[in-house]
């Protein structure tokens, strides 16, 4: 028998999936203890997609220096893509570290060129050698774009850090507010991390779908409690369950399809230092010409090493 709560479980994972111009675009967080499978629900959210809206864009952001979990899809369709300039590195972790040739992997200079060069129903994998970059990226997309858009952005705490003063504090408060606009503009975005409180709390104020696996703590304004999320079963072979919590309804799930390491490819992408560095990019505002809409063109020389 299915009960109320995983008919409601159900409802907002048709939320998520199901595309309605009315509704719009919809933001994500799945948070839980590490081996919780995090990764795995964004990967099966990404295999969705791919089967079920081929002729829409998906752009991933992965970490750098840990492996690649996109490897992990069983779909064949993915390309890589590097910006212009990084100094960056794919290397084979089980080959001593030696650069992996096995993939190939395409280049761009801007973010519309990137946008122009990735193809719809593929796993866009973008490495922009800084991680804060998505935030522009996301609001390009978010400016200019007609169509469905999906991000997937695994450990979002990099991309919008906590306690953030200053010139990246300003712009995590910019990027909140296209957040806002993404809804209505047809962007769909998939987060997780380990830990909210490392998120900055304006973009955590704008999820519309908390999804919580084992070992997540709760959070003080959501229905979902920690004694609920104490009883998650987890199982290896069948699935772990998860809540879900959107508009103040919150359901049961259980994510069967489970993404276990490929042999094959443990490997990662090193660059610069990259992504760890809290250094902020020319902005994108000044750069960009809202009368005309012309091409964006970025300085991403600013970016370079941090
Ligand atoms: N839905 C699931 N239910 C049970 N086990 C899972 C599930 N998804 C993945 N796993 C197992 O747990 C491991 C860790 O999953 P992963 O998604 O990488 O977790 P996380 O990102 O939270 O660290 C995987 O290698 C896989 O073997
Ligand atoms: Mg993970």
Known sequence: MVSKQEILGQKIMKRIHIHNQDDGGIFTFTTGAMGSGKTSVLLSFIDYTLNHHGNEKIFISECYNTPIQSFKLHNKKRCFYFMDGIDFRLRDRNNGFKPFQGEHVEYFSGFQELYEMAKPGVANIVFFGNRLYWMDFIEYVNMFATDWNHFFLEEFSEIC?????????????????????????????????????????????????????????????????????????????????????????????????????????????????????PFIISSFHKSMNMEDKAPISVDFDLMKNG
Not at 219 to 236: E, M, T, W
Not at 267 to 272: G, K, L, Q
């Open 161 to 277: 850090p906590a306690y953030q003063k200053g010139e990246l504090g300003n712009h995590i408060a910019d990027f909140a507010d296209v957040l806002k606009d993404c809804r209505k503009n047809l962007i769909n975005i998939h987060t997780n991390t380990q830990q909210a409180s490392r998120i900055d709390y304006r973009p955590l104020l704008l999820i519309m779908v908390y999804i919580f696996l084992p070992g997540a703590r709760e959070r003080k304004h959501l229905r979902v409690a920690q004694r609920a999320i104490d009883n998650l079963k987890s199982d290896s072979n069948h699935g772990n369950q998860a809540y879900l919590e959107m508009s103040g309804e919150f359901g049961l799930t259980t994510f069967r399809d489970i993404y276990r390491p490929n042999p094959l490819y443990h490997v990662d992408c090193y660059c610069n230092n990259g992504e760890r560095v």
